[in-house]
């Protein structure tokens, strides 16, 4: 599975922007997605995760309330809408695919996406 995350970009605090985690593998929705982000110097933390069928979602504390994950499993897309975005949510996103649901931590996921990069101005 290759996932191709795109839609990072620059945004002011309190923007919003929706990311995209696309891939090609006709198995997609076999597998559950997370998102994770991480700043520069820091480790890689989890923001979200959803289902396979896309029915149950999971969100870290910190982007509780802002964040929707969500996915499209006729297109092969996981997207993340980020909003009322703060310069702390500056970043490079990844997307991850696995077999397993709910999964906080990078080793529950066995395909990774080449990140993209949510830089958020004061």
């Known amino acids: 599975v290759q996932l191709q995350a795109s839609g990072g970009g620059l945004v002011q605090a309190g923007g919003s922007l929706r990311l995209s985690c696309a891939t090609s593998?006709?198995?997609?929705?076999?597998?559950?997605v997370g998102w994770f982000r991480q700043a520069p110097g820091k480790e890689r933390k989890f923001v979200a995760a959803i289902a396979q069928s896309g029915g149950s979602t999971y969100y870290a504390d910190s982007v509780k309330g802002r964040a929707t994950i969500s996915r499209d499993n006729a297109k092969n897309t996981v997207y993340l809408q980020m909003n009322s975005l703060k310069p702390e949510d500056t970043a490079l996103y990844y997307c991850?695919?696995?077999?397993?649901?709910?999964?906080?931590?990078?080793?529950?996921?066995?395909?990774w996406g080449q990140g993209t990069l949510v830089t958020v101005s004061s």
């Open positions: 593998g006709r198995t997609f929705s076999s597998y559950a």
């Open positions: 991850a695919a696995g077999p397993v649901y709910l999964q906080v931590t990078p080793t529950g996921y066995n395909y």
